[in-house]
């Protein structure tokens, strides 16, 4: 065993044993997002390094502490990527906390998100356990699913060691293009796009303004830019446009009010909550403060639900940041923590706030 | 194969009479099967090699009767298998001697197509087909199209998280779920994912999604629906040997295309087909590749010119490519009718499932080869090669003495192999009975145990689909000490 993983073995089964809650951080690029965590840190960094990439297999696995810069760096030397295009927020952001944190970019609602390209992972368990699940094939129903339901569950299920995650190729051609419409109009132009053969890989609406990037063979994007007959944006702004998205560097993005993301079905309409930026095709919908329970009860009463992806620990301690879940999936839910950490030492209340 | 021995780990001691009696109460008498003639057709599913008959079937009209059942199912700790169409290959309907199937046949409405959101809201007993069937005039349909899709129902999809032939383009059932609504074991409703494209907590969609029926019974589900692409052609070529054909399939990816299917058949395959439908294949292949493309006719055009480049660089003998959409469903159907196909030529088949690297493939198929002389079987093979996912099909005889038990060795064989390989057991057809003893080939005992400890999360007393999917850990150790230090000659060498 690689003397990093026993030495946190070492050191989960002693705090286990202690009853010591620990809190495991990556290159910490995003400890802003989730629930109250308290308890001993517990860096987990340095246990980096791709262990395998295979072009032809379209299949990468790396060590957790291994950066997303540098996984992009390899995958773009042989015309791969991630097309969920998950969102760094920092410059050391890692495998790890990818998978943990579970976000997904721009391209989300057509390539898919992080939980789509997970093929496998390995896991340091609240018990001191190693455990792999899934693999390294891209069909793989042996086992139940332990891999996609590590992604977005914030370590409080267990410290991912390795992952092992799908690469595609790049798309051939790209071309983003800006059309001016108004909030409902652009939501119906989004919905019925999608419903056509289009190559539109990731769209954002915001203050008039609808942007669309189009992604895929050069004559389909080429038909589909004289199809919707905006105005085009050149490459490099193009490029800097979709990273301030994916990294949250827009304008919209800044300032110390409380940022709210809610995850909606596309096609609901206008939710007239404030200044909002619209991502995801309708899907993803972004707003600066407002009333967290008019917001929650907005969410809910479409489908979807309300994160409060930013907020100061005050607003997150008397509100919580994710939705509260029914009784049975709660239930569920503490069920699943105590079957992975029974002694409940990994990330206490990151996720929802008693577990 | 070890279905009477994973059964009798999980016996249950039901009062039949008294189950009977208050199951009657929440049922039309036609909803309750209890004479064994009644029973006797739901005693196998796919896999027919295992059969065993339940102590009932109901077959409920709706949620509400769904529930109604599983209380009292739960009262009585009497164990539920659910049931939709029974074609799964793994034994995962297979009934249990002391349980209840649960028919899901009659929950088989389309609730709502919403062409704007692109979704269709179902009941588990909807074949795939119709959901495709029912979304074409809005230019849309659903993707995963596993080759039973004519009978196969969304909620054994679900259960299995299915593939198809276009997965490495338009992903599994799991890449195309939005929400799952469902009862647990005591009759509790759940529902996992939402409206939008992901749900607070727990990604529990993901796990409830290819649980093989052991964790919830599922009653509604939203499915994804694709835009129709405009055009689709498909590309097939001849090789003179299979080495070649896998060097392609490498070849393609490497060109940084994502054909939207990508499949191989073996000599023995070509054979078995070709005089059964005259899809017009190659007879003197040894090997033949079928690569769909698809899009706009421009994207098109583009696609097929490049696939055809790398075709014919990798040492293809005969490049084709479909001219109309007759021709090109003419070349699918070969593929898709290999199972029957190959069913004429044996009075019974196993179907394997194992997935390998891609650059495996000529390694493993030379390997079944060697099996095939050694248990004195024959194996056509056809696979998913744009994913890796390979199905040799096992000819055996049931009624010959030592056949099954030949054939059962065979397929464990291949299986370990693919695991030795970087793979897995099962790709799309699921662990079910037949493949549950071979978990431990694949993950230790630390991860059955977790496995199990999941599995306690969703159904506590244990009564969704016993005995499948997971090992108990005493069968797991038993499977590790057993191959230890054995290694066949087969292994041995690769």
Same mark, same amino acid.
């Given at each position: 065993?690689?003397?990093?993983?026993?030495?946190?073995?070492?050191?989960?089964?002693?705090?286990?044993?202690?009853?010591?809650?620990?809190?495991?951080?990556?290159?910490?690029?995003?400890?802003?997002?989730?629930?109250?965590?308290?308890?001993?840190?517990?860096?987990?960094?340095?246990?980096?390094?791709?262990?395998?990439?295979?072009?032809?297999?379209?299949?990468?696995?790396?060590?957790?502490?291994?950066?997303?810069?540098?996984?992009?760096?390899?995958?773009?030397?042989?015309?791969?990527?991630?097309?969920?295009?998950?969102?760094?927020?920092?410059? %050391?952001?890692?495998?790890? #906390?990818? @998978?943990?944190?579970? /976000? $997904? !970019?721009?391209?989300? =609602?057509? +390539?898919? &998100?992080?939980?789509?390209?997970?093929?496998?992972?390995?896991?340091?368990?609240?018990?001191?356990?190693?455990?792999?699940?899934?693999?390294?094939?891209?069909?793989?129903?042996?086992?139940?699913?332990?891999?996609?339901?590590?992604?977005?569950?914030?370590?409080?299920?267990?410290?991912?060691?390795?992952?092992?995650?799908?690469?595609?190729?790049?798309?051939?051609?790209?071309?983003?293009?800006?059309?001016?419409?108004?909030?409902?109009?652009?939501?119906?132009?989004?919905?019925?796009?999608?419903?056509?053969?289009?190559?539109?890989?990731? %769209?954002?609406?915001?203050? #008039?303004? @609808?942007?669309?990037? /189009? $992604? !895929?063979?050069?004559? =389909?994007? +080429?038909? &589909?830019?004289?199809?919707?007959?905006?105005?085009?944006?050149?490459?490099?702004?193009?490029?800097?446009?979709?990273?301030?998205?994916?990294?949250?560097?827009?304008?919209?993005?800044?300032?110390?009010?409380?940022?709210?993301?809610?995850?909606?079905?596309?096609?609901?309409?206008?939710?007239?909550?404030?200044?909002?930026?619209?991502?995801?095709?309708?899907?993803?919908?972004?707003?600066?403060?407002?009333?967290?329970?008019?917001?929650?009860?907005?969410?809910?009463?479409?489908?979807?639900?309300?994160?409060?992806?930013?907020?100061?620990?005050?607003?997150?301690?008397?509100?919580?940041?994710?939705?509260? /879940? $029914?009784?049975?999936?709660?239930?569920?839910?503490?069920?699943?923590?105590?079957?992975?950490?029974?002694?409940?030492?990994?990330?206490?209340?990151?996720?929802?706030?008693?577990? | 194969?070890?279905?009477?021995?994973?059964?009798?780990?999980?016996?249950?001691?039901?009062?039949?009479?008294?189950?009977?009696?208050?199951?009657?109460?929440?049922?039309?008498?036609?909803?309750?099967?209890?004479?064994?003639?009644?029973?006797?057709?739901?005693?196998?599913?796919?896999?027919?090699?295992?059969?065993?008959?339940?102590?009932?079937?109901?077959?409920?009209?709706?949620?509400?009767?769904?529930?109604?059942?599983?209380?009292?199912?739960?009262?009585?700790?009497?164990?539920?298998?659910?049931?939709?169409?029974?074609?799964?290959?793994?034994?995962?309907?297979?009934?249990?001697?002391?349980?209840?199937?649960?028919?899901?046949?009659?929950?088989?409405?389309?609730?709502?197509?919403?062409?704007?959101?692109?979704?269709?809201?179902?009941?588990?007993?909807?074949?795939?087909?119709?959901?495709?069937?029912?979304?074409?005039?809005?230019?849309?349909?659903?993707?995963?199209?596993?080759?039973?899709?004519?009978?196969?129902?969304?909620?054994?999809?679900?259960?299995?998280?299915?593939?198809?032939?276009?997965?490495?383009?338009?992903?599994?059932?799991?890449?195309?779920?939005?929400?799952?609504?469902?009862?647990?074991?005591?009759?509790?409703?759940?529902?996992?994912?939402?409206?939008?494209?992901?749900?607070?907590?727990?990604?529990?969609?993901?796990?409830?999604?290819?649980?093989?029926?052991?964790?919830?019974?599922?009653?509604?589900?939203?499915?994804?629906?694709?835009?129709?692409?405009?055009?689709?052609?498909?590309?097939?070529?001849?090789?003179?040997?299979?080495?070649?054909?896998?060097?392609?399939?490498?070849?393609?990816?490497?060109?940084?295309?994502?054909?939207?299917?990508?499949?191989?058949?073996?000599?023995?395959?070509?054979?078995?087909?070709?005089?059964?439908?005259?899809?017009?294949?190659?007879?003197?292949?040894?090997?033949?590749?079928?690569?769909?493309?698809?899009?706009?006719?421009?994207?098109?055009?583009?696609?097929?010119?490049?696939?055809?480049?790398?075709?014919?660089?990798?040492?293809?003998?005969?490049?084709?490519?479909?001219?109309?959409?007759?021709?090109?469903?003419?070349?699918?159907?070969?593929?898709?009718?290999?199972?029957?196909?190959?069913?004429?030529?044996?009075?019974?088949?196993?179907?394997?499932?194992?997935?390998?690297?891609?650059?495996?493939?000529?390694?493993?198929?030379?390997?079944?080869?060697?099996?095939?002389?050694?248990?004195?079987?024959?194996?056509?093979?056809?696979?998913?090669?744009?994913?890796?996912?390979?199905?040799?099909?096992?000819?055996?005889?049931?009624?010959?003495?030592?056949?099954?038990?030949?054939?059962?060795?065979?397929?464990?064989?291949?299986?370990?192999?693919?695991?030795?390989?970087?793979?897995?057991?099962?790709?799309?057809?699921?662990?079910?009975?037949?493949?549950?003893?071979?978990?431990?080939?694949?993950?230790?005992?630390?991860?059955?145990?977790?496995?199990?400890?999941?599995?306690?999360?969703?159904?506590?007393?244990?009564?969704?689909?016993?005995?499948?999917?997971?090992?108990?850990?005493?069968?797991?150790?038993?499977?590790?000490?057993?191959?230890?230090?054995?290694?066949?000659?087969?292994?041995?060498?690769?």
């Amino acid at each position: 065993m690689d003397p990093l993983i026993a030495e946190w073995q070492e050191r989960i089964r002693s705090a286990a044993a202690a009853g010591e809650r620990l809190v495991l951080r990556g290159s910490g690029s995003k400890t802003f997002y989730g629930g109250m965590v308290s308890g001993t840190p517990l860096e987990v960094a340095a246990y980096r390094g791709i262990i395998a990439y295979e072009p032809t297999e379209l299949v990468v696995t790396a060590r957790a502490g291994t950066t997303l810069r540098d996984l992009a760096a390899v995958l773009a030397e042989k015309g791969q990527w991630l097309p969920c295009e998950p969102p760094h927020f920092g410059p %050391s952001a890692t495998v790890g #906390g990818m @998978l943990a944190c579970g /976000l $997904s !970019g721009p391209g989300r =609602a057509t +390539a898919g &998100a992080v939980r789509d390209f997970v093929l496998g992972v390995k896991l340091l368990t609240g018990n001191g356990e190693v455990l792999s699940f899934g693999g390294q094939v891209m069909k793989n129903v042996a086992g139940y699913d332990v891999p996609r339901l590590i992604a977005g569950s914030l370590g409080t299920l267990g410290l991912v060691l390795e992952v092992s995650m799908k690469v595609l190729p790049r798309p051939v051609a790209e071309k983003s293009i800006r059309l001016a419409v108004g909030e409902r109009e652009a939501l119906t132009w989004l919905n019925r796009w999608g419903g056509q053969p289009l190559p539109i890989s990731a %769209s954002v609406w915001h203050q #008039g303004v @609808l942007t669309v990037r /189009l $992604s !895929g063979a050069a004559a =389909a994007v +080429a038909a &589909a830019q004289e199809k919707l007959a905006g105005e085009a944006l050149d490459e490099s702004e193009a490029a800097a446009f979709w990273w301030a998205l994916r990294e949250q560097t827009h304008d919209f993005f800044s300032g110390e009010a409380p940022l709210w993301r809610l995850s909606l079905p596309s096609v609901a309409g206008p939710q007239d909550l404030g200044t909002t930026l619209i991502e995801w095709g309708g899907a993803q919908r972004w707003l600066r403060g407002g009333d967290p329970a008019t917001l929650r009860a907005a969410a809910s009463a479409v489908g979807g639900h309300a994160t409060l992806f930013r907020g100061d620990p005050a607003l997150k301690a008397a509100i919580g940041v994710f939705q509260p /879940l $029914s009784a049975p999936l709660l239930r569920i839910h503490r069920r699943l923590k105590t079957a992975f950490d029974p002694h409940g030492v990994l990330n206490h209340g990151r996720l929802y706030p008693d577990f | 194969m070890s279905f009477d021995a994973s059964a009798s780990d999980w016996r249950y001691s039901v009062d039949r009479a008294a189950l009977i009696q208050r199951l009657s109460a929440v049922l039309p008498a036609e909803s309750l099967l209890v004479d064994e003639e009644d029973l006797r057709p739901y005693e196998s599913d796919g896999l027919t090699a295992y059969r065993c008959l339940p102590s009932l079937v109901v077959l409920p009209a709706d949620e509400s009767q769904v529930r109604a059942v599983l209380r009292i199912c739960h009262q009585f700790r009497a164990p539920v298998v659910p049931r939709g169409a029974a074609t799964g290959l793994s034994g995962g309907a297979t009934p249990h001697p002391d349980g209840v199937v649960v028919s899901l046949a009659r929950l088989k409405k389309i609730l709502r197509i919403d062409p704007l959101a692109r979704t269709a809201v179902v009941q588990p007993g909807v074949r795939n087909l119709a959901v495709s069937e029912a979304a074409a005039p809005y230019g849309l349909y659903y993707a995963p199209d596993p080759s039973s899709q004519i009978a196969c129902t969304i909620g054994g999809n679900v259960a299995e998280n299915s593939g198809g032939v276009h997965c490495l383009k338009y992903g599994l059932t799991v890449h195309n779920v939005l929400r799952v609504r469902g009862l647990t074991s005591d009759g509790e409703e759940v529902e996992f994912g939402g409206g939008g494209l992901d749900a607070p907590g727990y990604d529990l969609l993901a796990v409830v999604i290819g649980s093989e029926g052991l964790l919830a019974l599922i009653t509604e589900i939203t499915v994804r629906l694709t835009p129709k692409p405009l055009l689709a052609q498909v590309a097939i070529a001849s090789f003179a040997d299979v080495r070649r054909a896998g060097e392609a399939v490498a070849g393609i990816i490497a060109a940084g295309i994502v054909p939207a299917g990508l499949e191989m058949m073996d000599r023995k395959a070509i054979h078995a087909v070709e005089p059964y439908v005259n899809a017009g294949y190659d007879l003197d292949a040894e090997a033949i590749l079928l690569c769909e493309a698809d899009g706009t006719p421009d994207e098109v055009a583009e696609e097929i010119a490049r696939v055809r480049t790398v075709l014919e660089n990798s040492g293809a003998s005969e490049v084709r490519v479909s001219v109309s959409e007759a021709e090109r469903l003419r070349f699918w159907a070969g593929r898709k009718a290999a199972f029957p196909a190959v069913g004429r030529m044996t009075p019974d088949y196993l179907c394997m499932d194992g997935t390998i690297p891609r650059k495996r493939l000529a390694d493993m198929l030379e390997a079944i080869e060697i099996l095939s002389t050694k248990y004195g079987l024959r194996c056509a093979n056809v696979f998913h090669a744009g994913d890796g996912n390979l199905h040799p099909l096992i000819m055996y005889d049931a009624n010959r003495p030592g056949e099954l038990d030949r054939a059962a060795a065979f397929g464990a064989e291949i299986l370990e192999l693919s695991v030795r390989f970087g793979g897995t057991i099962t790709g799309e057809h699921g662990v079910g009975l037949e493949k549950v003893d071979l978990m431990a080939a694949q993950f230790g005992c630390g991860e059955i145990a977790a496995f199990h400890r999941l599995k306690a999360a969703f159904d506590e007393p244990g009564l969704f689909n016993p005995g499948k999917g997971v090992p108990t850990l005493a069968r797991c150790r038993e499977y590790i000490l057993a191959r230890a230090g054995t290694t066949s000659s087969i292994l041995a060498n690769r």
